[in-house]
Structure formats: C-alpha cells, structure tokens
C-alpha cells in the first residue's frame, strides 16, 4: 500500500516560490513521461486498476518502470493505493510505447505483466491510453521526502506537493505548517493524475 500526501498549488507562482524556499534541499530532478495502457475490452479499468509505463528522460541514465496500481483513495490530500512496481529495459518500454500490443511479450518476462494476465484475463491485447509528462524535483527536509509536480497535460498545467509517508498527517502538519508560514497558497488535491489525464480537464 502506498500512501501519499497531496497537496494542489494554485499556479506558477506558488510553485516557483516553493522551488525557490525549498533550493537548499533539493537532491535530484527527473524528467517523467508517463503512459497509460488498458486491456482492448477495458478490463483493467473496469476494476478500477492502472498499468503505467513511467519513461525517466534522465541524464545520463534513462530508466523505465512498468506500475500496476488498483483500488485508489484520497480523501483530504492523503491517498491510499495498492501498487506494484518494476524496472525493464528503457527500449522495451520505449516500443511498448509506440506500439501497446507489444505488451503480450511481456508476460513472460515481466512480473507485472504476468499479474495483469492472471488477475485482469486480457486475451484480447492491449491499447495505449496515451499519457503526460512531469518535472519532478525532489527534496530531502526536516526527514521527509518531498517531491514537486509540474505536470504537463495537454489542456493545462498541473502543480502538486507529494510525500510519501508511513505518517502521513505527521507529514501533513509540518509540511502544511511550512507553506502557510512562508504564505503558500495550497489546497487538497481531490485527483489522481491519472483522474485528471482521463477527465480531459483540470479540478
């Protein structure tokens, strides 16, 4: 189960002044494209279940990790997900990308694609649901794992706080504390990105 605290800035500006607050804490950015794929019957959406391919456009290594995510919760900024994560070769992530139906030759080779098989019963392949990509810059402050979202969609710009805790309205209060005291404006996401990327528009 992963949890995480999520918390929605307003605009650039909020996002450019954490940036600037959080500098001295900063230890590593990555450059995201995220891609979505779903059974060609929609049989993972139809339980409410994920399957990413998470490209990491980083120098001067790439990296790619295939996610199953299911039975998604957030309620007051905190999200609750079952999640499963691998790492595979950046070039087979890259052609399952351009072509979902390569995703069939995964199943033996991959953990995760055998799961989605056994659990999901896709014998009709795959379809890409298309994606988006995030710059994520990532701080270490006050024992707490930080990571600053600018997600860009097609139809706007998201900016999100996420923290992924074992103590997540431990990491709520200090976190929530920091921003209202350096006067960011911040509000509870009420949606994954995923919700968000399938919605076609911003909450």
Not at 149 to 166: A, I, M
Not at 178 to 199: P, Q, T
């Amino acid at each position: 189960m992963e949890i995480e605290l999520k918390l929605r800035l307003p605009n650039s500006h909020s996002h450019k002044t954490l940036v600037s607050l959080l500098t001295p804490f900063h230890t590593k950015t990555h450059n995201q494209h995220n891609n979505f794929f779903d059974g060609a019957a929609g049989e993972l959406s139809a339980r409410r279940a994920v399957l990413r391919i998470r490209l990491y456009n980083d120098r001067p290594i790439a990296r790619c990790v295939i996610s199953l995510k299911a039975k998604a919760e957030l309620k007051e900024g905190v999200s609750r997900v079952e999640e499963d994560e691998e790492e595979i070769d950046p070039g087979i992530g890259y052609e399952c990308v351009t072509d979902p139906t390569r995703l069939t030759g995964l199943i033996e080779s991959s953990r995760i694609m055998k799961r989605v098989k056994d659990e999901f019963f896709t014998d009709n392949g795959f379809v890409g649901l298309g994606g988006f990509k995030n710059l994520r810059h990532v701080y270490e402050w006050n024992g707490l794992v930080i990571e600053l979202d600018e997600t860009s969609f097609e139809f706007g710009t998201l900016y999100e706080v996420e923290c992924e805790s074992s103590e997540p309205e431990k990491a709520k209060e200090l976190i929530e504390g920091f921003l209202k005291e350096n006067g960011v404006d911040y509000s509870y996401s009420v949606a994954s990105k995923f919700a968000i990327f399938r919605a076609g528009k911003l909450p």
